[in-house]
């Protein structure tokens, strides 16, 4: 059971818009910055979002992060079939004094 | 370009212990807190352990709190994790990775992961 709560999965299709919840509490999202990684397929995790909105360099505009309270979203829109892969988001819990990570999003491209 | 590159993984008996490396290059090493992550065959992201730049603080996942101990020699630009008294849920791959420049937590680089199989 993770600390922070993700959907198993979600759907859309090319071109539109996808959102990804992830929803903590008062001690994680509630009082850190949520990043958000993107893992394809065999492959390593990829930093997509941090300090809740800002992207990396090299990472599209297409891929947005906002956050709220206790809970924060990954949006991806104009989606594309290579855009499917698991997504996490994680930040670092104060009373744990370590890292939680969300169980992960299935995103499907269909 | 930042490389993170995991070495040491393998298969050992439960109760066993291994040492995994991390030999990082393209960054001043000592500069940067850095973070093992695992990943169980088929499932999530789980947070192991983390240490400072200058190795003074760590931390640890309470499920690996008393078995493994993170370390690093910045003259060597290496990371290390010490994984003793070994269980088979603690089979998985596990990815060594830089924290980014922030005041609060993130992984901005990742290596390509070390597969460690704890099996009889």
């Known amino acids: 059971q993770s600390v922070l709560t993700q959907p198993p999965s979600v759907s859309a299709a090319p071109g539109q818009k996808v959102t990804i919840s992830c929803s903590g509490g008062?001690?994680?999202?509630?009082?850190?910055?949520v990043s958000w990684y993107q893992q394809l397929p065999g492959t390593a995790p990829r930093l997509l979002i941090y300090d809740n909105n800002k992207r990396p360099s090299g990472i599209p505009d297409r891929f947005s992060g906002s956050k709220s309270g206790t809970s924060a979203t990954l949006g991806i829109s104009g989606l594309q079939t290579g855009d499917e892969a698991d997504y996490y988001c994680g930040t670092w819990d104060s009373s744990l004094s370590g890292v939680v990570f969300g169980g992960g999003t299935k995103l499907t491209v269909l | 370009e930042v490389q993170l590159l995991e070495s040491g993984g393998g298969l050992v008996q439960p109760g066993g212990s291994l040492r995994l490396s991390c030999a990082a290059s393209?960054?001043?090493?000592?500069?940067?807190?850095m973070t093992w992550v695992r990943q169980a065959p088929g499932k999530g992201l789980e947070w192991v352990s983390a240490?400072?730049?200058?190795?003074?603080?760590?931390y640890y996942a309470d499920s690996v709190k008393g078995r493994f101990t993170i370390s690093r020699d910045n003259s060597r630009n290496t990371l290390y994790l010490e994984m003793t008294s070994l269980r088979a849920e603690d089979t998985a791959k596990y990815y060594c990775s830089r924290d980014g420049y922030s005041n609060y937590w993130y992984v901005d680089y990742w290596g390509q992961g070390a597969l460690v199989t704890v099996s009889s």
């Open positions: 240490i400072g730049g200058t190795g003074g603080r760590t």
């Open positions: 393209g960054f001043t090493f000592g500069y940067y807190a």
């Open positions: 008062s001690s994680n999202i509630g009082s850190n910055y």
